[in-house]
């Protein structure tokens, strides 16, 4: 199996469309038809099946998607490290993994104090939702993740080392001018009519076990396709939604937030793995350590509760 091939089924599973996947790797649409087939053919089974918006892995499609990514992330590192090491400059590149709200928030400060420590240092930053990260750290492909135990938690693993940094506070997105703009914390009745989207099944059970404790009924009628796509939609007045306390630096100038009363919380969390740590690893814990405790910090000053 050449990685070309594989990189084309990758890139297909990403986009959801042959058409688009053609596009990006600079081929003909009938060209990625005919890698996905002759993959399927050596594999003997389909990956990919066609619906009415384009295309998506198949359960052994996503099964072999997996796998492929870590194949292929580790083989643009042995190429980079080649490289470094014919020119002299080789060191260990630092690969961190991250939710996507932690991406967008701490993790960024972590990564701007620990190069200011250390200098000049080969890294990557890798969006991902916990499950997929904590594969992805057990597989080598990861140095750090930076994980919640939003629903359905983290596993059990000898294999990883769990360092808590703290719980997060979610809170409510609402568009600006929003009738709650401005207020905080309120309890979850206060936006009783609503109707919210959300972005992934671990914030959608976080939001139905806070409505169940209140006696709220709500209603989450839109499904996001990530956590910008949650955002634009709050922003532009189709729905509200529960975000993590973490974002509140970091969302769009035409979104707010608003603290709730007795607020459903998750877990941060930094994994590393227990063997063989990039020697920057204990660095950069305490810096995300540190830019945690400002965030909640600057949560504990701003007490109207607004973003």
């Given at each position: 199996m050449e990685l070309d091939v594989w990189r084309t089924f990758v890139t297909v599973c990403r986009l959801g469309s042959l058409s688009a996947a053609a596009a990006e790797l600079h081929h003909t649409q009938s060209a990625v038809s005919r890698q996905?087939?002759?993959?399927?053919?050596?594999?003997?089974?389909?990956?990919?099946?066609?619906?009415?918006?384009?295309?998506?892995?198949?359960?052994?499609?996503?099964?072999?998607?997996?796998?492929?990514l870590t194949t292929l992330n580790e083989a643009d590192r042995a190429v980079r490290s080649v490289r470094d090491a014919a020119d002299g400059?080789?060191?260990?590149?630092?690969?961190?993994?991250?939710?996507?709200?932690?991406?967008?928030?701490?993790?960024?400060?972590?990564?701007?104090?620990l190069l200011r420590g250390t200098g000049p240092l080969r890294w990557?930053?890798?969006?991902?939702?916990?499950?997929?990260?904590?594969?992805?750290l057990i597989s080598g492909d990861l140095d750090i993740a930076a994980v919640t135990d939003a629903p359905p938690g983290l596993p059990q693993d000898s294999r990883v080392e769990r360092h808590f940094l703290g719980l997060d506070d979610m809170v409510v997105a609402v568009p600006a001018g929003h009738p709650q703009a401005g207020r905080g914390p309120v309890?979850?009745?206060?936006?009783?009519?609503?109707?919210?989207?959300?972005?992934?099944?671990?914030?959608?059970?976080?939001?139905?076990?806070?409505?169940a404790r209140t006696g709220v009924d709500i209603a989450i009628d839109?499904?996001?396709?990530?956590l910008p796509?949650?955002?634009?939609?709050?922003?532009?007045?189709?729905?509200?939604?529960?975000?993590?306390?973490?974002?509140?630096?970091?969302?769009?100038?035409?979104?707010?937030?608003?603290?709730?009363?007795?607020?459903?919380?998750?877990?941060?969390?930094?994994?590393?793995?227990?063997?063989?740590?990039?020697?920057?690893?204990?660095?950069?814990?305490?810096?995300?350590?540190?830019?945690?405790?400002?965030?909640?910090?600057?949560r504990t000053e701003d007490g109207d509760g607004t973003g």
């Open positions: 996905i087939a002759g993959l399927e053919r050596e594999l003997g089974v389909a990956l990919v099946e066609r619906h009415a918006r384009g295309v998506r892995a198949t359960p052994a499609g996503e099964v072999f998607r997996r796998h492929a400059t080789y060191g260990r590149p630092l690969a961190v993994g991250a939710t996507p709200s932690l991406a967008a928030g701490i993790v960024p400060e972590a990564l701007r104090a990557t930053l890798l969006p991902g939702l916990s499950a997929s990260l904590h594969q992805r309890p979850l009745r206060a936006f009783a009519g609503a109707t919210w989207t959300e972005d992934n099944d671990g914030s959608a059970a976080l939001l139905r076990q806070h409505a839109i499904t996001a396709a990530d796509g949650k955002l634009a939609l709050v922003a532009t007045g189709h729905a509200i939604a529960l975000i993590p306390g973490v974002l509140r630096r970091a969302v769009r100038a035409d979104v707010t937030t608003v603290t709730l009363v007795g607020p459903p919380t998750r877990g941060i969390y930094a994994l590393t793995p227990r063997r063989d740590p990039h020697p920057c690893t204990a660095a950069l814990l305490d810096h995300l350590d540190s830019a945690f405790r400002a965030v909640r910090s600057d």
